[in-house]
Every structure is written in C-alpha cells, then in structure tokens.
C-alpha cells in the first residue's frame, strides 16, 4: 500500500485493520476462488486498481508515519508517567 500498489489479502485481523474497502480487497481465508476473482477484478478495471491504491498509500502515510508513530508513543508514555504520578500521591509520596 505504501507503494501505491492496490492489494487484495484475506481477511486476518492484521490485515483488516489496515484495509478498508476504499484502501483494498479482502477475501475470506481460505477462499481461493475468491482470491483469483479479486486480483482478476482488480486487473480488469484500471480505475478500480488506480483509486485504491491512491487511497491505500495515503492511510499508509496517515496512520503510520514517523510523525503519528512517534506522537503516540510519547503519549503512551505521559500517559504511564502521568499514572504513576497520581498513583505515588494517592499512597501519599512526594513527587
């Protein structure tokens, strides 16, 4: 996706987090029937293939930059630290 390449997986929970109907095609597991008629779909309709790569590099560039990564980690962090803080003053320490 982040090579603005449109994809066709299986509906696994990694995959269905990042894959939307507008960003690429999921099949069910195990469905190869399924699987051949996504790709010949998506080899038949050009425009089909074109919108959701487009969309799928820009969810790929919204949800996992560098800039996003590295803001959620350092609220994951303030979050734990704020906690620790409050659970320090409610024993009665000193911060």
Not at 20 to 44: C, K, R, S
């Amino acid at each position: 996706m982040a090579a603005a390449t449109a994809v066709v997986a299986t509906k696994t929970e990694g995959a269905g987090e990042t894959i939307t109907n507008e960003t690429g095609l999921l099949v069910p597991i195990g469905d190869v029937e399924g699987l051949a008629e996504a790709v010949i779909d998506l080899l038949d309709d050009e425009n089909k293939r074109l919108r959701l790569a487009t969309s799928g590099r820009e969810r790929i560039r919204e949800r996992f930059s560098l800039e996003r990564m590295v803001e959620e980690t350092e609220s994951i962090y303030q979050e734990v630290l704020n906690d620790s803080l409050h659970h320090e003053q409610a024993k009665g320490g000193s911060s």
